[in-house]
């Protein structure tokens, strides 16, 4: 595996022969009446979709999420998006040597870093009600909240995602404070630590997450609102502050047919919507672009309105700190 330099990183025409995980796996039926499957396999490096045809149900029972392979054959492109056209595929064995840990990515930051960080916007809430849910509720679900991704694709789908996502909001939050005192960080920075943290039951795990069946029916904003509401109970905590974190969960998608209930109805939480774009949108370019070089564009970018990013030759000066 040490010449490999990442499925995220080939190109058409490139030929693979390499150990991949398994993402997912999903059965369908080809024209001709055959079944196949659609596997999307990933490293560190990114991921790349794949059709398995003439699956047998073997297959489907053998090639399933998590699973990790070894797989050869060639990079061609589909609709503008890099696949992987299958030559031969196999599962790997203890003789291979090959765990889970090597295919899968995580958060930048280590997970006690991101812990620290957490605490300490924590510690600087000065309301005592929203300060004491917030705790509460990352206690409850520390252990789920430090590992889970973000998603299940587009942004932060990886190990630590939703987090390191969580932490990345609170640093651009803090900025803008500065520049915008009116805000209440409080409320803020609550908002931004319990916004996701649904996800913990929506998804169901750190690595090739898929969702739940809570996460289909209720999904991750109503378990949400539904836990601030418990936790000011169990806390005996009665206040505006409780109605008004259940708000910021509520709208942080800004739209209806973004799948808010609300659209954001005050400051903090209008606020909230754009922080959570912003990371979300940086996210997804800073991964697009990291995989083709200077002068090229990406590949197009579903969740950005299917578009393709260029990425200049011109040498960017970095600021000096």
Same mark, same amino acid.
Do not use: C
């Given at each position: 595996?040490?010449?490999?330099?990442?499925?995220?990183?080939?190109?058409?025409?490139?030929?693979?022969?390499?150990?991949?995980?398994?993402?997912?796996?999903?059965?369908?039926?080809?024209?001709?009446?055959?079944?196949?499957?659609?596997?999307?396999?990933?490293?560190?490096?990114?991921?790349?979709?794949?059709?398995?045809?003439?699956?047998? +149900?073997? !297959?489907?029972?053998?090639?399933?999420?998590?699973? =990790?392979?070894?797989?050869? #054959?060639? /990079?061609?492109?589909?609709? *503008?998006?890099?696949?992987?056209?299958?030559?031969?595929?196999?599962?790997?064995?203890?003789?291979?040597?090959?765990?889970?840990?090597?295919?899968?990515?995580?958060?930048?930051?280590?997970?006690?870093?991101?812990?620290?960080?957490?605490?300490?916007?924590?510690?600087?809430?000065?309301?005592?009600?929203?300060?004491?849910?917030?705790?509460?509720?990352?206690?409850?679900?520390?252990?789920?909240?430090?590992?889970?991704?973000?998603?299940?694709?587009?942004?932060?789908?990886?190990?630590?995602?939703?987090?390191?996502?969580?932490?990345?909001?609170?640093?651009?939050?803090?900025?803008?404070?500065?520049?915008?005192? +009116?805000? !209440?960080?409080?409320?803020?920075?609550?908002?931004? =630590?319990?916004?996701?943290? #649904?996800? /913990?039951?929506?998804?169901? *795990?750190?690595?090739?997450?898929?969702?739940?069946?809570?996460?289909?029916?209720?999904?991750?904003?109503?378990?949400?609102?539904?836990?601030?509401?418990?936790?000011?109970?169990?806390?005996?905590?009665?206040?505006?502050?409780?109605?008004?974190?259940?708000?910021?969960?509520?709208?942080?998608?800004?739209?209806?047919?973004?799948?808010?209930?609300?659209?954001?109805?005050?400051?903090?939480?209008?606020?909230?919507?754009?922080?959570?774009?912003?990371?979300?949108?940086?996210?997804?370019?800073?991964?697009?672009?990291?995989?083709?070089?200077?002068?090229?564009?990406?590949?197009?970018?579903?969740?950005?309105?299917?578009?393709?990013?260029?990425?200049?030759?011109?040498?960017?000066?970095?600021?000096?700190?």
């Amino acid at each position: 595996m040490k010449d490999f330099k990442g499925i995220g990183h080939y190109r058409v025409g490139d030929q693979v022969d390499h150990y991949l995980l398994i993402k997912s796996s999903v059965k369908g039926v080809a024209s001709n009446g055959k079944p196949f499957l659609t596997l999307i396999l990933q490293d560190k490096s990114g991921d790349i979709e794949a059709k398995l045809w003439d699956a047998s +149900s073997d !297959d489907e029972e053998s090639f399933d999420a998590q699973q =990790i392979i070894k797989v050869k #054959g060639d /990079v061609t492109n589909y609709r *503008g998006r890099n696949q992987l056209r299958i030559k031969t595929i196999r599962l790997a064995t203890d003789m291979d040597q090959v765990k889970v840990s090597d295919f899968v990515e995580s958060a930048p930051l280590e997970i006690n870093e991101i812990m620290e960080k957490i605490t300490q916007y924590v510690f600087e809430m000065r309301n005592p009600n929203i300060q004491r849910i917030t705790r509460h509720l990352v206690k409850k679900h520390q252990n789920e909240f430090l590992t889970f991704p973000a998603a299940t694709k587009n942004h932060h789908e990886f190990v630590s995602g939703l987090s390191y996502h969580v932490v990345s909001m609170l640093d651009i939050a803090k900025s803008l404070s500065n520049l915008y005192p +009116s805000l !209440d960080t409080d409320l803020l920075y609550g908002g931004i =630590i319990l916004h996701d943290l #649904g996800k /913990v039951v929506e998804l169901s *795990g750190s690595i090739a997450a898929s969702y739940t069946n809570e996460g289909k029916l209720l999904g991750h904003i109503s378990i949400m609102v539904n836990e601030i509401g418990q936790a000011a109970k169990e806390l005996e905590i009665d206040g505006e502050e409780v109605m008004l974190l259940q708000h910021l969960i509520l709208s942080h998608h800004g739209k209806a047919e973004w799948g808010s209930p609300k659209p954001p109805m005050i400051r903090e939480a209008e606020i909230l919507h754009m922080i959570d774009n912003i990371d979300a949108k940086m996210n997804m370019l800073d991964r697009a672009l990291d995989k083709v070089e200077p002068g090229e564009f990406t590949d197009r970018v579903f969740a950005l309105d299917n578009r393709s990013f260029y990425k200049p030759q011109m040498e960017t000066v970095k600021k000096e700190s």
